[in-house]
């Protein structure tokens, strides 16, 4: 049984999120937790703002939420939805790192999803604040699923690496418990900046664990040359049947390239692919 939490705003994206996460585990048992924060702090805005009381401003808010949750619970078991799929419904009052945080902690998360708007040229709104916020300050895996991206089952999964960090038995058997269920071709990728680049005996060393740990999985290894990191991304999901690109937090420089880089006009797997993030275990 996984535990599955989707924060919403109860915009369009978020739902997409809701929908991706709800076929993405479509064969499986879960319980997908659906979450409402109520900012606190957009609370003591208003209260200064109408001199109202503070009190009655949250009583409104939670019964709001409350509300909006019911019409979207709705709105999910309207679905064709697996019979052993459960829905349960969150309304909290905090920021919502804190909430996702006490969320992950109390119903034993396995993974958070997040629906965005995907890239629109703004460096810190690329997947979005809030996003942003929870992939680098919650330390529970993150699946990100951008606005356009619509589930298809998985045909390939590409992980970008530059081999300076292991893979650890811990990163492999989570990502094999998360979506390597139907032995799903993984593709790891290194990009260097010129052709007679070459691996360090450490990377060397680094990118048998790679092959180790998924030796039981159909893999391959590719190198692109391209000074830009975001551009042989592009290229390498453009040429490929990628479904999903992975990536481990910790590995913090070489992710905020790929993930952060403010320079968008030419990508569009930031719209159109998820991304999932993981933290070392």
Not at 135 to 158: G, Q
């Amino acid at each position: 049984m996984k535990n599955i939490l989707i924060p919403t705003d109860f915009s369009e994206n978020s739902w997409n999120a809701v929908t991706y996460a709800l076929s993405f585990y479509r064969k499986e048992s879960c319980t997908f937790y659906l979450l409402h924060v109520i900012d606190v702090m957009v609370g003591a805005v208003v209260n200064a703002a109408f001199d109202t009381p503070l009190q009655e401003i949250d009583h409104e808010r939670i019964a709001a939420s409350e509300t909006k949750l019911m019409k979207l619970y709705d709105r999910v078991i309207s679905r064709e939805l697996n019979p052993h799929h459960t829905i349960k419904l969150i309304s909290e009052t905090d920021t919502l790192v804190e909430c996702i945080r006490k969320s992950v902690v109390n119903y034993h998360i396995d993974l958070i999803v997040m629906g965005t708007r995907g890239a629109d040229g703004i460096r810190e709104k690329t997947i979005g604040t809030h996003t942003v916020e929870v992939l680098t300050r919650v330390k529970c895996p993150l699946l990100i699923v951008p606005r356009e991206a619509c589930y298809s089952k998985l045909r390939e999964v590409v992980f970008p690496t530059d081999y300076r960090m292991p893979c650890t038995t811990g990163i492999a058997e989570l990502l094999k418990k998360l979506i390597l269920l139907d032995q799903v071709p993984i593709r790891f990728l290194h990009i260097v900046k010129k052709h007679s680049d070459l691996l360090s005996v450490e990377q060397e060393l680094n990118k048998i664990t790679y092959s180790d740990n998924f030796k039981d999985f159909e893999n391959s290894f590719h190198t692109l040359t391209n000074h830009n990191l975001e551009l042989a991304v592009e290229c390498f999901t453009e040429s490929r049947d990628i479904s999903l690109i992975v990536m481990v937090a910790k590995n913090l420089n070489f992710f905020q390239q790929i993930l952060f880089n403010p320079r968008v006009a030419e990508i569009s797997y930031h719209t159109r692919i998820p991304f999932l993030v993981l933290h070392e275990v």
